[in-house]
């Protein structure tokens, strides 16, 4: 499957957007990014969160930048054979990574089925 940069980013927006508010309202200081691959350039990761959970942040002052999850649209396309199943992939890639940002590690989302 191919993409644009342009077109993923929308693709990312329009899923993001159609998130229940239980999962996304309580999220602050954080920025969504897409971009390629990962720095090793390898195709086994879809995303990231890079920053504190939520209970483990102290407050931000002044010039903190914010948390951050990355999608990476190279890997999530080469696993898609549709936009239907990459709009599922990338569903499941954005709430597994805000789960980190609540504090939920990898073995609690194996148990819930979002790893």
């Excluded at 159609?18 to 309580?26: A, F, R």
């Excluded at 720095?39 to 939520?54: C, K, Q, T, V």
Aim: proline content about 3%; hydrophobic content about 40%.
């Amino acid at each position: 499957m191919d993409m644009t940069m342009d077109e993923f980013e929308t693709l990312v927006t329009e899923v993001l957007d159609s998130l229940d508010d239980e999962i996304v309202g309580g999220l602050e200081n954080l920025v969504f990014v897409v971009e390629d691959r990962p720095a090793d350039g390898s195709m086994d990761l879809l995303g990231y969160y890079e920053g504190y959970d939520r209970d483990a942040r102290a407050d931000y002052g002044f010039g903190q930048l914010p948390d951050q999850i990355v999608l990476f649209r190279e890997p999530l396309l080469s696993i898609c054979d549709d936009v239907q199943q990459l709009r599922h992939e990338v569903r499941v890639t954005l709430i597994h990574e805000i789960a980190h940002y609540y504090g939920i590690d990898d073995d609690a989302l194996h148990e819930l089925g979002w790893a």
